[in-house]
């Protein structure tokens, strides 16, 4: 774990961490001597590495551990921080730490590296004094606190514990610490351990910073702590011993302590209240320690009989814990010459919870059901829960004084049943949260728990809750949740995975349709045991399924697959069409008794429009010889009589217009693609156009998404020309995009 002054190490060399792979690949992962070996595992990686801060990267670890250590972390949390350290420099980090350790510790590791990674890129692009000063860019590192949570309480504590040493170290070694750590330490990591109840390492970490951020303050208050210090200190132990033992006298088992001087706490009253160094109440104070709670409320009867309380200087926050979980009973008092002294009374577990705050939870799970330094076992749902809200109230607090318009405005953050913190948009609804924690989940989506209690599955979700999906053993979403006036989903990529799943089922439809038009024409044909793929392949497709695909959106004709099944007899010889040329001069003159089209140079070959791109008078049009079904007729710039003429340029013949024996009526089906914003009344007022210009529609296939609609409607039309004039009218439709021949 890097502290944000530190230098990206120098990773080692490849056939090292091939070594190493090879050296753990068959590790078991039982946590014997957990810690030993985290340490000897890190040490070859960074025993050699100096962090920007100048401080031993591996020393830096250990100092790490020792802080974990003083506020009851877990050996395995020590471990882990071991690893963090030695995770930047394996190429495949999660497989060697899973395969030394364990998956758990693993991800641990990766997670505190990324959190440190975004932390340096948010101090990068705010350097400047007035922006590290900003309660929004404090909010935006909160923001980052709160997801680092969302796979392992653990990984904040490790920051902290990092983020203390590299104070420490500096002010040990009386080197400058920038602008930027500083002020993330005060404002950002001290409020933090303080909403955790990790008091001994907010105030220390608030002491340090202060020093380093207004140096000339911090060494005044030292000094004018100093001044009288000695004949301060020798009045306290003579009250700290009498009261101890009065309290004793009355069998009150009581430890009484001197509670330290924090500067930066003494600034902050001072500052708040307009206080003399003089008037600070806490400059003098001690705190008792008791068994039972009974004993705290003795204890302070004692104290108020003893000496005058200042009344309105009393706090009970036994009966009113603070909302991290504090208890103590705060009173000041003066003593016989007048002076104030605050004392706190506290009962040992209130203690350990005020010192440790939640790495106790972490602490007592290592130790077993009994629990840890008189904290009783909790789950970790209850600690996750606990912490969740905590920050939530941060971020209120520190955005309630711009007018109530947080930053997690357009956010909310809700737990799944074991405890995973999701961030949602602001008005997600259960739906939302599904296809959050899986895709799978969502699509299968039919009812939803929120706190225990059945909702329906538009309801808006809360900061804080906690949501259990009831889902079906196989289905999809339902189209409701597309509507946005149904309010099924507000996510963005919910709404896009909800669409994506009725594509794909449109595309397995046209599949499913076009394997059945194929594989019945094979079956018609007496083809049935030939390889799909092969078939595919000869007629240009990458797949048996996308010809498929195709012919189910009537994209592709089947006369193309026939005219692979039975190829076209061999063309005339030329000498032949040749004489045949000669022997009837006038074969230009020869009108076909149906289709309008005449094969130059040969008589009475029968020829048909090919549906593929639907020719008409006056385009350009070539002829395919097919096998048995005569000239197919396309036009010039078929897609498909191009690959065709490629495949088999023998089989190209010379075509042109004739003219049928009904040329007055005679029509021919074109297709006409548009391309359109989706509206109101768009079909009606393009119909309208076709039936004011007298172009019959013959068929009309629709589809859309997005608010985009395309329309394919094939109309009956005497000359491709004319159709030209009506597309055109079409095309100022108002919302219409394109209008063009297909």
Known sequence: MRSGTEAQPVPPAPDQVSDLVAATAHALPEQVQVLARARAFAEPFIAGQLLHTGENALMHADGVALVLHSIGGSEAMQAANYLVHACPHLTRPQEVLTNAFGEQYALLAIETNRLVHIQQQARGGHASAQALADPALQTENVRKMLLAFSRDLRVVMLRLASRLQTLRFCAASRRPVSPGIAHESLHVFAPLANRLGIWQIKWEMEDLAFRFLEPDTYREIARLLDEKRTEREVAMEQLRTGLEASLRARSIRASVQGR????????????GKSLGFDQVFDLRALRVVVPTLKDCYAALSW?????????????????????????????????????????????????????????AHWAYKEAGQKGYAGVSASSDYDAKIAVLRQLLAWERELTGSRQGAGLFDDCIYVLTPDAAIVELPQGATPVDFAYSVHTSIGHRCRGARVDGAMVSLDTPLQNGQTVEITVAKEGGPSRDWLNPNLGYLISHRARSKVRAWFNAQASDENVARGREAVERL?????????????????????????????????????????????????????DELLLQRKARPNASEHRPPHGGVLVVGVDSLMTQLAKCCKAAPPDDIRGFVTRGKGVSIHRHDCANFREMAVRSPERVIEVEWGIPRDAATAVYPVDVVIDATDRNGLLRDITEVFAREKTHIISMHTQSGKGRVWMTFTVQVADSRRLAKVLGIVGAIPGIHTARRR
């Open 260 to 271: 330290p001087k924090h500067i930066y706490s003494i600034v902050k009253k001072m500052r």
């Open 303 to 359: 104290v108020h009989q003893q000496f005058e309380p200042i009344v309105e200087e009393f706090d009970d926050y036994i009966a009113r814990p603070k909302p991290n979980g504090y208890q103590s009973l705060h009173t000041v008092v003066r003593d016989a010459a007048g002076k104030p002294i605050e004392i706190q009374i506290r009962t040992q577990a209130m203690h350990d919870h005020a010192e440790h705050g939640v790495a």
């Open 522 to 574: 094979l079956q018609r044909e007496g083809r049935t045991a030939m390889r799909l793929d092969d078939l595919a392949a000869r007629l240009g497709f990458s797949t048996a399924d996308d010809l498929f695909a195709e012919v189910g959106k009537d994209e592709y004709s089947l006369r193309n697959i026939e005219a692979v099944l039975h190829p076209a007899p061999p063309l005339p010889d030329p």
